[in-house]
DNA sequence: TCTGGGGTCCTAGGACCC
DNA sequence: TCTGGGGTCCTAGGACCC
């Protein structure tokens, strides 16, 4: 094999949170999701995204600590830095999770990538006392199921040849990329394994998930990836959205929901301003107390990262939806995003395109600001 | 007993242009 | 009188991921 690749897993981000004074899961009292659990307490079958009611059954004896963002950015920080000194292709995938492609890193081969991932959990364990587990593998695919094949703090080895034996019996539901619906979809077909996934014709996959979803099926189901660890890339959107601790009516609550309102659009601005961008679509969502979700965008000539401006375009996408029912979320959206500075000022830029701009600008001399 | 926040990508229909 | 496609942009919703 001349190609690696690796995924690296956080774990255990609260470690050095004292534990004294904080209340038992069954004395938690407001809404919200276990962000994460440690693994003692995942013995209860508690574990991330799982509401806190539901937790407080299976678990009243577990103890509920805040989450510190700030602390958290810190020590993602620290860790993604860590991997870069020793592999600088690196792909972030959110705050404790990366694809390393170390195809090129000196000794990387050495037992097959083993040498080079001890290395990475050791480097990452000095900095940040965290362990991680790793996953090696051909592809991006197959190295990210590795990971989750030892841990916590384990290494695993995946090769081409291993696919029968390690990713066929595996759930459907193991590939990333397979979600939920995919997964009661695939189970209706009765389809349960990866190996029972690739069985299938293409044709057929194609025929019931869609031309793009089901080849792509039929691709990994024999564990083949081909996608490139990407080291860069540009934002999409920005957003903030917040759940209320009470379900609010727009008419009842109008004051108290104006005010979040402002809040969001003035977060929304203040992160594309601190990250040197501008926006052109603007959008809110709105998620009601049946959890059934709205939401509306506005596209504007003008690119803005002013907050006033923001609230103004989502104050008109907000007179679009229907405000009869309780709300339990309200975010705001920033989209079609430029790098602050460079505003593309034509649409179209081809050399035609520019002539009949300007010819349109001749014939009518009150447009000429439009040059502008 | 309900179910966070911040993202990406895909689909599909309609508008509009060539 | 009726009939074309292709391409891009915009909008709404939904699946999925960490």
Not at 319 to 334: C, I, S, Y
């Amino acid at each position: 094999m001349d190609e690696a690749l690796l995924a690296a897993q956080g774990e255990r981000a609260l470690r050095f949170i004292p534990v004294t004074d904080f209340p038992l899961l069954k004395d938690y009292v407001g809404r919200g999701v276990i962000t994460t659990a440690t693994y003692p307490a995942r013995q209860f079958g508690v574990g991330s995204a799982m509401g806190m009611m539901k937790a407080a059954r299976l678990c009243p004896q577990a103890i509920v600590l805040p989450v510190d963002f700030d602390e958290i950015r810190k020590y993602s920080r620290l860790f993604k830095n860590t991997i870069a000194e020793i592999a600088p292709l690196v792909q972030d995938r959110g705050v404790d999770e990366v694809y390393i492609d170390f195809t090129d890193v000196p000794g990387g081969q050495r037992e097959g990538g083993r040498v080079l991932a001890r290395l990475i959990q050791k480097s990452i364990f000095d900095k940040t006392g965290l362990t991680c587990s790793i996953g090696v593998a051909p592809n991006k695919l197959l190295a990210k199921m590795a990971s989750e094949f030892n841990k916590p703090n384990g290494i695993s080895i995946v090769h081409e040849a291993d696919l029968q034996e390690k990713i066929w019996p595996l759930n459907c539901r193991k590939i990333n990329g397979i979600g939920p619906k995919a997964g009661e979809k695939l189970a209706r077909l009765n389809i349960h394994t990866i190996g029972e996934l690739a069985t299938q014709d293409r044709q057929w996959l194609i025929a019931h998930f869609g031309k793009s979803t089901g080849a792509w099926m039929h691709e990994v189901a024999w564990g083949r990836d081909n996608s490139p660890v990407v080291t860069e890339s540009e934002p999409v959107s920005m957003s903030r959205e917040t759940t209320f601790e009470r379900d609010l009516h727009a008419v009842r609550d109008r004051a108290e929901l104006g005010a979040i309102f402002t809040r969001l659009c003035g977060q929304v601005a203040a992160d594309l301003q601190r990250k040197g961008y501008v926006a052109k679509t603007i959008g809110i969502k709105l998620r009601y107390d049946d959890f059934r979700i709205a939401t509306r965008d506005q596209t504007v000539q003008a690119y803005t990262a002013d907050a006033q401006t923001i609230r103004k375009i989502a104050g008109l996408c907000l007179k679009r939806v229907p405000l009869e029912q309780r709300l339990r979320l309200l975010g705001v959206r920033a989209a079609t995003l430029a790098k602050i500075g460079e505003t593309p000022v034509f649409k179209e830029n081809s050399a035609l395109a520019q002539i009949k701009s300007a010819q349109a600008v001749a014939a009518d001399p009150m447009a000429t600001d439009q040059l502008f």
